[in-house]
């Protein structure tokens, strides 16, 4: 597909709104933004934000409760791309049930999966709409929680039902931070991307979307 000369809604969290890069040019949305010049690329990133719901209140960092159902509202209407990259902080530190299939509700995982994606579908009915799975991290099992792999698995099964296409970086992003090598090179935290990682998920990106 074009992409030069589209208008792009980028929704997500840290990794979205720039956390682990250098500088603000290194955001993985702005380097995809000159690639594709002169394409307009909208950041709606907010750090810490999940698909789902909080049971409980975030009281550290309020921010952290405004999740991706609640957020569709406020992106600008006349978008030509919608891409929504997240999951990783409903695995991370949420606390919503994984719930299941046939929730349609925010307060599941599998309901807020339905209840962005159907939303999303809603307002933007002429745009393509895209999912890109969360990234590997360097823990990936934590006690009382499905592991990661769970919720990608969950993005892809309900992408599947409304027809979304879905760029899977847990399959095919390059990137592993528990391998050290590709830690140091890609991710130094274990989990955001540094300038090297950012520029790599730009590249997939473009090549997917050049691929519809």
């Given amino acids: 597909m074009e992409i030069k000369n589209k208008k792009i809604n980028f929704l997500g969290d840290s ?23 002169p394409a307009v690329a909208r950041n709606y990133g907010i750090s810490g934000t999940r698909f789902a719901r909080q ?9 952290f409760d405004l999740d991706f159902c609640s957020r569709v509202a406020e992106m ?20 919503a049930p994984m ?9 599941t ?21 895209i999912f890109m799975t969360p990234l590997h991290r360097a823990t990936e099992r934590r006690k009382g929680r499905e592991p990661l792999g769970a919720f990608v698995s969950v993005i892809r099964e309900v992408a599947e039902f409304y027809s979304l296409p879905v760029l899977d970086l847990y399959a095919a992003a390059g990137i592993q931070p528990q391998l050290a090598c590709q830690r140091e090179k890609y991710a130094p935290d274990g989990l955001h991307p540094n300038d090297a990682g950012a520029a790599k998920l730009a590249d997939r990106l473009g090549a997917f979307l050049l691929g519809l």
């Fill in 55 to 63: 049971s409980s209140p975030t009281v550290d960092n309020p921010r």
């Fill in 99 to 107: 719930g299941c299939f046939e929730d349609r509700t925010p307060d």
């Fill in 109 to 129: 995982f599998y309901g807020a999966c339905h209840t962005l994606m159907s939303s999303l579908i809603e307002k933007y009915p002429e745009a393509t709409i």
């Fill in 15 to 37: 990794i979205t709104e720039g956390v682990g890069v250098s500088a603000p040019e290194f955001k993985y949305v702005e380097v995809f933004a000159r690639k594709f010049q």
């Fill in 76 to 95: 600008d209407p006349d978008a030509d791309i919608v891409v929504v990259f997240g999951g990783t902080n409903d695995y991370g530190h949420g606390d």
